[in-house]
């Protein structure tokens, strides 16, 4: 469903994303993954508008969508989380969520409130739930109107281990409800292993291994790029 073909991108003269081919299938929970500066949120940025590449393309469904702006990715179904929900911090979730469902036209958010766990902090504002749960409710706003293609970056980010494995569970649950397609950029390996379908690592920009998670997690390059840190 998304393909990304000899894409890059430089920061003046650091090549942040050099070359990267890669293709995520339609309703899988496919892993971006790296050591820290690896390229992974650029990409991010390149599939969801917020950046143009300096040379490759970005296909969605077989469409060619690399000039199109961010908000009509967002119309066609490409929708990203944002490591941030205080965007109207005195507004209680329940608002946010009827605010971001208005904007894009969807009726119901009943559904992404069950599947997120987040019936109990629909009263209150962002400032006044866990930190655990202000992620929850990061993932919800991307998930308003239906998305095809989610892009989550970090969502366990600053999640306690249990918190982490509790949120990968829901994310699961999700697509397999939803019927949506996930690109997940995510440090906690444990989460990886336990939701992806598909892996894709990056290294200083470049995809060095790319495959299902038993075998990536055993690629020698891999485990060098990790140091060895419980990448094996
Ligand atoms: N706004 C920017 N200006 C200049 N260089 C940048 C900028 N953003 C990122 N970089 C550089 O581009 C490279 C890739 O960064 P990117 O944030 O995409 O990596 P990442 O894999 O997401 O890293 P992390 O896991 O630490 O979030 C790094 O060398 C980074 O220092």
Redesign the pocket.
Known sequence: MLQLDDLSFA??S?K??NQVTLEVAEGSIHGLI??????????I?LVSGRRRPTSGTVRYRGRHITDLSASRRRHLGIARSFQRISVYPTLTVADQLDLAARLVGEQDVDAIVAALDLGQCLSVTPAEIGYGEQRRVDIALALVGAPDLVLL??PAAGLSREESIALADHLAALVRDRGMTVVL?E?HLEVVYRVCDRLTV?DH?AVIADGVPQEVRRDPQVVAAYLGRSAA
């Open positions: 920061y003046g650091v942040a994303v790296g050591p820290n500066g690896a390229g992974k949120s650029t990409c940025d970056d970090e950029v440090h990056l920009g």
